[in-house]
T-cell receptor, first 113, second 113 residues
Framework: AQSVTQPDIHITVSEGASLELRCNYS??????LFWYVQSPGQGLQLLLK??????LVQGIKGFEAEFKRSQSSFNLRKPSVHWSDAAEYFC???????????FGKGTMLLVSP | ETGVTQSPTHLIKTRGQQVTLRCSSQ?????VSWYQQALGQGPQFIFQ???????GRGNFPPRFSGLQFPNYSSELNVNALELDDSALYLC????????????FGQGTRLTVV
């Protein structure tokens, strides 16, 4: 069965500092990997996705993520965090055949002045 | 804006009642998936509809049922509501079976009292 682990429930980062959110997945075949962001009471917005090819993927809002098959990881990074990045971030894994996703429990990002 | 719209945005129901939630998919999309997001959790897959047929189901009891219409809009029905059904219900549409890039609506917040 596929699963996603986000080890950090909360992370606090100072505005302007760099950010890395961790994601580990378990999947029996080549995974499709995603990062979504959710503001309070809102739906999910896709930040970036990995299907194949270059293991470093660029997304919206200055985010990037690196797929590391050997570590079963897909960590999200941003070089300089803005106060508007405060939200909850979800990593998800999917596969071919069904466009269904398995999500992690999320990491809440707090940005301090 | 993803083009996926859900109604209503908020709903309060009494335990034992029935509820219907609605979703209009993005133009050109023929696959709709429903997710339940309990407070503090990641979204969990309920089921998916492709061309009006159920195309996969998560670990939810039969009192969770759905429909997809010829215009690819969809309904989620929940019978015999329980307090634990209180959650944000998210609808996601995608372009075709096997395309795992899903676009989410803003969700319906259901409270069961």
């Amino acid at each position: 069965a596929q699963s996603v682990t986000q080890p950090d429930i909360h992370i606090t980062v100072s505005e302007g500092a760099s950010l890395e959110l961790r994601c580990n997945y378990s999947y029996g075949a080549t995974p499709y990997l995603f990062w979504y962001v959710q503001s309070p009471g809102q739906g999910l917005q896709l930040l970036l996705k990995y299907f194949s090819g270059d293991t470093l993927v660029q997304g919206i809002k200055g985010f990037e993520a690196e797929f590391k098959r050997s570590q079963s990881s897909f960590n999200l990074r941003k070089p300089s965090v803005h106060w508007s990045d405060a939200a909850e971030y979800f990593c998800a894994v999917g596969g071919t055949g069904y466009s269904t996703l398995t999500f992690g429990k999320g990491t809440m990002l707090l940005v301090s002045p | 804006e993803t083009g996926v719209t859900q109604s209503p945005t908020h709903l309060i129901k009494t335990r034992g009642q029935q509820v219907t939630l609605r979703c209009s998919s993005q133009s050109g999309h023929n696959t709709v998936s429903w997710y339940q997001q309990a407070l503090g959790q990641g979204p969990q897959f309920i089921f998916q509809y492709y061309r009006e047929e159920e195309n996969g189901r998560g670990n939810f009891p039969p009192r969770f049922s759905g429909l997809q219409f010829p215009n690819y809009s969809s309904e989620l029905n929940v019978n015999a509501l329980e307090l634990d059904d209180s959650a944000l219900y998210l609808c996601a549409s995608s372009g075709k079976q096997g395309n795992t890039e899903a676009f989410f609506g803003q969700g319906t917040r259901l409270t069961v009292v």
